[in-house]
């Protein structure tokens, strides 16, 4: 019994003493230990078998004993002391507090002391400094009392001198003087309701008034409106008005610039009327001369009297700019009948060089017309885009010929401020020009024309063999050239008209130099149709091309891609050139689909040619008797025709069509198209057929189709892969043929009529053959169709589901 109450007693100690892992942990780190006894997880029975952990051990259980003991008492001393020195500190803890207390009554006292202190001390700060404040403030109301009657005594007596100097015209002294009134008077706006202020104030605009006045009046007299001028003028007198009139209301500035201008070009007016022979545009290099010779007299004469940032040199060349743009569109509107494109284009170089030369000179800052300067912001660059990236002449026309208008650009050269200020009043004459151009391009066009007839097609076997025909790059120099002037005069309406005039005979080039080349054939390519299975068609016998004329095709066709690429940078190059208003006005789309036409008819032809030539080889194979046929031997004789057919025409094709890879490849991808569904068609021809001769077939089918992947590289000693396009297509097409030689009964007794039928079946898709088989169905003119209808429409099935199963077994593979 007093074993099981100890059991108990020592449990519920353990769970007494049992700490959270916090409290634990915050002890181990206050009282760090490495005693066994100290762990949390002490484990009594471990630390006994630690002690004594073999028999031998036992031998020393008295001395364990003893220092345990020994521990015990240690510890039961220190619990002890500690109780007992927790015995008074409530005690303590209480008399501290009141301790505290007392200090902080105390603390609290002497703070009170040293604020009443302090607000004393404040008090008699105020009374100390009262007085030196009410002097502060006198002194300063002193200094401003004294600084105001000075600025009015300098007021007044500076309004009493300029009155004086102003009729005595010491403009010189004036001007300093009127300065320093203006500045001083600018104290006393907020003083303007005193009368004696008011009324300094209104006699200084009174002075200023009369001074204005004044200084016209001596710019009249000394530069009358009408008259010559009156040489040896006050100069200094003028010179000392002028910086007057800069501190004076800027419209007496102005006024004076404006009446010495009008005088200055007076005698301009004069001399150039517009009755007068100088006056017309072969002579208007004198007008342009003339200015010049002015601006030197001024110079010399007048450059010391008006102060520099007045500008007037500038100003005259600008006043000059805008009156002979005037007069030169009144006198071009009047003799419009006389307007040469040479004159014209004569006049627009001398002015858009004198231009050039405003602007080298001056900077362009006195341009103030509103429209003038509007266009100015946005000047039209003065190179062509064709020539902007070309270092020379000859350089352009190689760049050209390779079609290369994309090259890095330069940096453009700083715009001209004067850039149409005279110029602008040729633009709307430049239909003359546009005229010329057109008249032009058409003898241009017309040259070609008889250039090919003269010389022929390109020769064979030479550079010159499927190379651009030299005619293309000379039309694309001329256009260079035209949008250079034009882009010069003006990038609105006249660069509208140049481009419709670039459309017209881009066709024209197409028409008349390709199209209008290209060898005439007669044979003409189309699918199977139901009106087709009405009557049978045999293939027609049409003559080959020759070595020159596939030359010339393929000629025609480099030229065609090269119009058409060179199009396409003519068009990007115009917009960028063009009134940002005007670009959607500018679409070249139409002239390159006619270059894409050419192309296509070219490949056409040279795919008929090769089609037809191996016509005759595939009517040969429809007629063999393949139920006679013993052996299984090489390829057939037809093949060979095909084959040499073949290696006669590609490689002369894919070495002219060097340049347009993708063109030739797209010839291959059209033969191929053309060529395999025939043979198939001539397949259903050959009727009846013994299980030999279907070999023989097959045997002739895969010779072909090894002949149609090696088609893009036959004959060349570079071996490229033929593209993946084209494979799949002859895959597809010659393994069809395969399958119907394997799956076609042999037994069944056909006519032309039948293999038509059959082809045209064979040849839809599975929506199509539905599709056809009820228009038949439908259709009482076809009825005589309804009997064999049924037996071919389950052949054709049976095989499509053959070739289906065939690539499902492929792709498992």
Same mark, same amino acid.
């Given at each position: ?88 500190? @409530? ?5 501290? #507090?009141? =301790?505290?207390? %007392? /200090?902080? !009554?105390?603390?609290? +006292? ?82 303007? @309701? ?5 009324? #300094?104030? =209104?006699?200084? %605009? /009174?002075? !200023?008034?009369?001074? +204005? ?601």
């Amino acid at each position: 019994m007093m074993e099981e109450e100890e059991l108990e007693f020592v449990e519920e100690l353990e769970a007494v003493l049992q700490l959270t892992p916090d409290v634990q942990l915050a002890i181990e780190q206050v009282f760090p230990s490495q005693d066994p006894l100290d762990r949390a997880d002490f484990n009594a029975v471990e630390y006994i078998n630690t002690l004594f952990p073999t028999e031998q051990s036992l031998a020393n259980i008295d001395e364990v004993v003893n220092k345990i003991r020994l521990k015990i008492r240690r510890l039961d001393d220190n619990i002890r002391t500690v109780v007992r020195g927790q015995t008074n500190v @409530g005690q303590d803890g209480r008399q501290a #507090l009141e =301790e505290a207390q %007392k /200090a902080i !009554q105390q603390l609290f +006292g002497k703070i009170k002391d040293i604020k009443d202190k302090a607000e004393k001390s404040e008090q008699m700060v105020k009374e100390i400094t009262r007085d030196i404040k009410q002097l502060d403030h006198a002194k300063r109301h002193l200094t401003t009392s004294i600084t105001t009657l000075n600025h009015l005594h300098m007021l007044a007596g500076g309004v009493d001198s300029l009155e004086a100097m102003t009729r005595r015209r010491q403009y010189g002294e004036v001007a300093n003087l009127l300065q320093g009134v203006m500045n001083v008077l600018e104290h006393f706006h907020k003083y303007m @309701g005193i009368p004696q202020i008011r009324q #300094l104030s =209104e006699r200084v %605009k /009174a002075a !200023q008034t009369e001074l +204005g006045q004044q200084i016209l009046a001596d710019f009249e007299e000394a530069f009358p409106s009408q008259g010559t001028k009156r040489p040896g003028g006050p100069s200094n007198v003028l010179r000392d008005a002028c910086l007057v009139a800069n501190i004076l209301d800027p419209r007496i500035k102005q006024e004076i610039i404006k009446k010495f201008i009008k005088q200055h070009l007076s005698e301009y007016l004069v001399l150039f009327q517009e009755n007068q022979d100088v006056a017309w545009l072969d002579k208007i290099d004198r007008r342009y001369a003339w200015i010049k010779r002015q601006l030197v007299d001024y110079e010399e004469k007048y450059g010391r009297m008006f102060p520099r940032e007045w500008y007037m040199t500038e100003r005259i060349a600008v006043e000059f700019c805008h009156v002979t743009r005037t007069e030169l569109a009144k006198i071009m509107r009047t003799r419009a009948k006389e307007i040469e494109v040479k004159l014209l284009l004569f006049a627009i170089q001398r002015t858009t060089n004198f231009e050039g030369f405003l602007a080298k000179r001056f900077s362009g800052c006195t341009l103030t017309d509103g429209t003038l300067q509007k266009k100015l912001e946005s000047p039209p660059p003065s190179t062509n885009p064709f020539l902007e990236d070309e270092p020379a002449p000859e350089m352009e026309e190689l760049a050209m010929e390779k079609g290369d208008l994309d090259q890095p650009k330069k940096p453009k050269a700083p715009d001209n401020p004067f850039h149409g200020i005279v110029s602008k009043c040729f633009e709307p004459h430049l239909y003359v020009y546009i005229e010329s151009q057109d008249k032009n391009l058409g003898e241009l066009i017309d040259r070609f024309v008889a250039d090919f007839k003269a010389q022929g097609p390109p020769k064979p076997n030479t550079d010159e063999g499927g190379a651009v025909l030299p005619s293309c790059a000379d039309l694309f120099v001329y256009y260079k050239k035209c949008m250079v002037q034009c882009s010069q005069l003006s990038t609105g309406e006249p660069m509208i008209a140049l481009t419709t005039i670039f459309q017209k005979y881009l066709r024209e080039y197409a028409w008349k130099i390709l199209s209008g080349n290209l060898p005439k054939t007669t044979s003409s390519s189309g699918g199977l149709t139901i009106s087709s299975l009405l009557k049978e068609k045999e293939g027609s016998e049409v003559a080959k091309f020759t070595l020159e004329e596939l030359c010339l095709i393929c000629s025609i066709l480099s030229t065609a891609e090269y119009c058409l690429a060179t199009t396409q940078q003519l068009e990007e190059k115009l917009k960028e050139k063009v009134d940002v208003s005007l670009i959607e006005r500018i679409n070249l789309t139409g002239e390159m689909d006619t270059f894409s036409t050419v192309i296509s008819s070219s490949i056409q032809l040279l795919v008929q040619d090769l089609d037809a030539a191996c016509d005759p080889a595939l009517t040969a194979m429809s007629k063999m008797q393949w139920q006679n046929v013993e052996h299984v031997g090489d390829q057939s004789p037809y093949v060979t025709s095909v084959i040499l057919h073949i290696k006669q025409n590609v490689p002369i094709i894919r070495d002219n069509l060097a340049s347009t890879r993708k063109y030739f490849t797209q010839f291959c991808i059209k033969f191929a198209n053309s060529f395999i569904p025939k043979f198939i068609t001539h397949l259903f021809k050959c009727k009846p057929i013994s299980m030999v001769g279907a070999e023989q077939l097959l045997l002739d089918t895969h010779s072909l189709k090894m002949v149609l992947l090696d088609l893009p590289s036959i004959g060349s000693q570079v071996v490229r892969k033929a593209p993946a396009s084209y494979t799949k297509i002859v895959v597809k097409g010659m393994t069809r043929a395969e399958m119907i030689l394997k799956e076609f009964p042999a037994q069944l007794s056909v006519t032309p009529f039948h293999i038509n039928l059959f082809g045209f079946l064979y040849s839809a898709t599975l929506q199509e053959l539905q599709t056809d088989v009820a228009v038949i169905e439908s259709n009482q003119q076809m009825g005589f169709l309804k009997p064999h209808l049924t037996n071919y429409y389950m052949w054709v099935m049976m095989l499509k589901m053959s070739e289906a199963l065939g690539r499902l077994g492929g792709s498992v593979g």
